[in-house]
């Protein structure tokens, strides 16, 4: 496969794709069948499918029945964490075996030409990234997203909150799964905007960002504060009237999904001549440039409306630096602004 026909690559060896991130068409004034199609087909699959698919096998073979649920209990948390745990080693273990150990497509659309095990660090933990990375994940973040997830359990199973069942509401359910990535990003934008804020960033959020050239095991590699906030996004299903299954499906969008924009390449060569979107782009960028891109594709586009998008085209790329340089401008303006007392 020739990654070259899809972009370019510079004397780094950091590939960077011709066509910038598109969109979503219904923003974009695009209203063809074949872009909502497509649109439509991407919005599906594979990643939200999987998520779903998931949700569907936890809840029939992992999550206890209602009763055991009703009582908080270590067991069951347990039980939880350790499968939690176990999937997260399967599924991002995966990705990291075959293109970072394995190496199987070398650099092959990588936007960073270097991987993380090459590039020792005193930022990490034992100054390996993938250790520090992969510590974190299981011992904090992992931990808290099941703290979240016996929460909503728990609250569904005693009846603190509507269960709304399938059998009377399938249309208003159906609807909900569908909006539920929208509500992701909402909460995501959010969450990830507040932690961007000087003090919250240094106290919090530059534990995620220590990972400059993010892999697969960069994705839940947290601060407890920010490991609890992403994940309570399942929790917005204790205050929408909701099911358990689509509070499952929305915590597995960001426990699982979380991979995709810490993928690192920009294509994953799946057999010879097919390639999967891993959706890594956006955030790639906001882990090059920090201050871009806080929230994902653009489905709800918050980063374009409040001027903080980046599509990976050189007039982004101009914008981003005007914008860094008005804000150099204002903190030296405010640096040599003579106090009262002066
Ligand atoms: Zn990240
Ligand atoms: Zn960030």
């Given at each position: 496969?020739?990654?070259?026909?899809?972009?370019?690559?510079?004397?780094?060896?950091?590939?960077?794709?011709?066509?910038?991130?598109?969109?979503?068409?219904?923003?974009?004034?695009?209203?063809?069948?074949?872009?909502?199609?497509?649109?439509?087909?991407?919005?599906?699959?594979?990643?939200?499918?999987?998520?779903?698919?998931?949700?569907?096998?936890?809840?029939?073979?992992?999550?206890?029945?209602?009763?055991?649920?009703?009582?908080?209990?270590?067991?069951?948390?347990?039980?939880?964490?350790?499968?939690?745990?176990?999937?997260?080693?399967?599924?991002?273990?995966?990705?990291?075996?075959?293109?970072?150990?394995?190496?199987?497509?070398?650099?092959?659309?990588?936007?960073?030409?270097?991987?993380?095990?090459?590039?020792?660090s005193d930022v990490f933990w034992f100054q390996s990234q993938n250790?520090?990375?992969?510590?974190?994940?299981?011992?904090?973040?992992?931990?808290?997203?099941?703290?979240?997830?016996?929460?909503?359990?728990?609250?569904?199973?005693?009846?603190?909150?509507?269960?709304?069942?399938?059998?009377?509401?399938?249309?208003?359910?159906?609807?909900?799964?569908?909006?539920?990535?929208?509500?992701?990003?909402?909460?995501?934008?959010?969450?990830?905007?507040?932690?961007?804020?000087?003090?919250?960033?240094?106290?919090?959020?530059?534990?995620?960002?220590?990972?400059?050239?993010?892999?697969?095991?960069?994705?839940?590699?947290?601060?407890?504060?920010?490991?609890f906030l992403y994940h309570a996004v399942a929790l917005w299903h204790?205050?929408?009237?909701?099911?358990?299954?689509?509070?499952?499906?929305?915590?597995?969008?960001?426990?699982?999904?979380?991979?995709?924009?810490?993928?690192?390449?920009?294509?994953?060569?799946?057999?010879?001549?097919?390639?999967?979107?891993?959706?890594?782009?956006?955030?790639?960028?906001?882990?090059?440039?920090?201050?871009?891109?806080?929230?994902?594709?653009?489905?709800?586009?918050?980063?374009?409306?409040?001027?903080?998008?980046?599509?990976?085209?050189?007039?982004?790329?101009?914008?981003?630096?005007?914008?860094?340089?008005?804000?150099?401008?204002?903190?030296?303006?405010?640096?040599?602004?003579?106090?009262?007392?002066?």
């Amino acid at each position: 496969m020739n990654d070259l026909d899809y972009g370019k690559r510079n004397k780094r060896g950091d590939f960077t794709p011709h066509d910038p991130i598109a969109l979503p068409p219904f923003w974009r004034g695009a209203w063809t069948l074949r872009d909502l199609g497509r649109f439509v087909l991407d919005y599906v699959w594979p990643w939200n499918a999987f998520h779903m698919a998931t949700a569907l096998a936890y809840w029939y073979l992992v999550i206890p029945d209602v009763a055991t649920m009703q009582t908080l209990s270590w067991g069951w948390a347990l039980w939880l964490y350790a499968v939690n745990a176990a999937a997260i080693f399967v599924f991002y273990g995966i990705f990291e075996l075959r293109f970072y150990v394995k190496r199987a497509q070398e650099t092959r659309f990588k936007y960073n030409g270097k991987f993380p095990a090459d590039q020792p660090s005193d930022v990490f933990w034992f100054q390996s990234q993938n250790i520090d990375n992969f510590l974190r994940s299981f011992f904090i973040s992992i931990p808290l997203w099941t703290a979240v997830e016996v929460l909503f359990l728990w609250c569904f199973a005693n009846g603190y909150v509507p269960w709304l069942s399938w059998a009377d509401h399938p249309v208003y359910l159906a609807l909900l799964v569908l909006v539920a990535p929208a509500i992701h990003e909402v909460h995501f934008f959010c969450i990830h905007r507040l932690i961007h804020w000087g003090p919250l960033y240094r106290w919090i959020h530059s534990v995620h960002h220590n990972s400059v050239n993010p892999s697969p095991w960069s994705s839940l590699s947290m601060h407890p504060v920010e490991a609890f906030l992403y994940h309570a996004v399942a929790l917005w299903h204790l205050v929408i009237p909701s099911n358990p299954i689509v509070a499952l499906f929305q915590l597995h969008m960001a426990g699982f999904g979380a991979v995709n924009g810490h993928l690192g390449f920009h294509r994953l060569e799946i057999t010879e001549d097919t390639l999967l979107d891993g959706h890594a782009y956006a955030h790639y960028l906001h882990h090059k440039h920090f201050e871009v891109n806080y929230g994902g594709d653009g489905l709800i586009p918050l980063d374009q409306w409040f001027g903080t998008w980046h599509d990976g085209s050189k007039e982004a790329e101009a914008r981003m630096d005007a914008r860094f340089q008005r804000k150099v401008e204002r903190m030296n303006r405010k640096k040599n602004t003579p106090t009262p007392a002066e």
